[in-house]
């Protein structure tokens, strides 16, 4: 016979208390591990195994829970385990509200501590200087190419990255009016402004756009100004008080930012493998025919896919660039370490960026 509401309320309280006895077990054996690492001086965070643990709930899951529930709710399973031990110390673009705290936020969960800061280089250094224990910073975004500043703080700096995450991206027009009408102004990043420009020559053609150091940074703005429109989350709106105008502007519906996770290697080291894992690398090659060429085939013979070429200039004002490379797989898998090891030789300059698992 069909159970009526106070009796099914009542099973899910049992659950319930099921559940939480089995996370403080959960937590406290979590524990015990982060003695265990510590004795042996290794770092407690292991990104590669979380994705590991993720992964294998999601192949064991009988549902109705879909996979991204499961990844959800176990990533803040494991953000809490780790909190307990110390919370870590996460810098991002801010404010509160940027596409790079919601990174932040997925790749770590939300038992972390957040260091906003008000621009990429101040992120690097955060994470260089110790005042955070990770970075995470956009690094491509799917309709505007490469964020090149990332990409050049990169090549310069100590830190390596150990992680990455891909949102989907979606832009909304802002501002205290629930309406088009009267807007002057369009703050958001040069990079959000980029990414939303067919929208605005259609429905805003007069209005100035205005660049500003983050979207979030723009709503705030907007929320001071009734002529003023800000792109950005639907957080950032809720953050500041703004109704969404108009709802997911940006030119394409897929829209997509990858973000890289940094630290210093002492904080933690590179990831080991976790049976999808990505390396990016950044080279510099001779200036001669072929020397591009060249670099491609030792992953070629070795079988290594690449997923990503893109190349920057080496401000050498002669003409030279570097490529920033990422490849699948792990250096710790023999036909991976041959072709690095081949590409390497064929290298004026040759710096490994981090291994980690790739993101979804
Ligand atoms: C408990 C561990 O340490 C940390 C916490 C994890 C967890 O809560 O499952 C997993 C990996 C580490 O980041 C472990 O390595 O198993």
Known sequence: MAKNLGELRTAIDAVDRELLALLNRRAA??????????????????????????????????????????ATIWREIMSACRALEAPQRVAYLGPAGTFSEQAALHFFGSSIEHVPCVSFDEVF???????????????????EGVVTRSLDLLLQSPLHIVGEVSLLVRHHLLRLAPSLGGIEAVLAHPQALAQCQGWLNKHLPGAERRAVASNAEGARLAAGNPAWAGIASERAGSEFGLHLAAHA?????????????????QTLEAPRASGRDCVSLVVSVPNRPGAVHDILVPLKRHGVSMTRFESRPARSGQWEYFFYIDVQGHPSQPHVAAALQDLQSLCAFY????TYPAGE
């Open 29 to 70: 054996l979590a524990g015990q591990v982060g003695e265990l690492k510590r004795a042996e001086g290794s770092t407690v965070f292991r990104p590669e195994r979380e994705a590991q643990v993720i992964h294998g709930l999601q192949q064991a899951n009988p549902g109705p829970l879909k996979a991204g529930n499961v």
């Open 125 to 143: 250094h955060a994470a260089a200087a110790g005042t955070a224990d990770f970075g995470v910073v956009p690094v491509e975004n799917s309709t």
């Open 249 to 265: 502007i940006q030119d394409d519906a897929f829209n997509r930012t990858r973000f890289a996770v940094v630290c210093l290697p």
């Open 351 to 354: 710096k490994v960026l981090g």
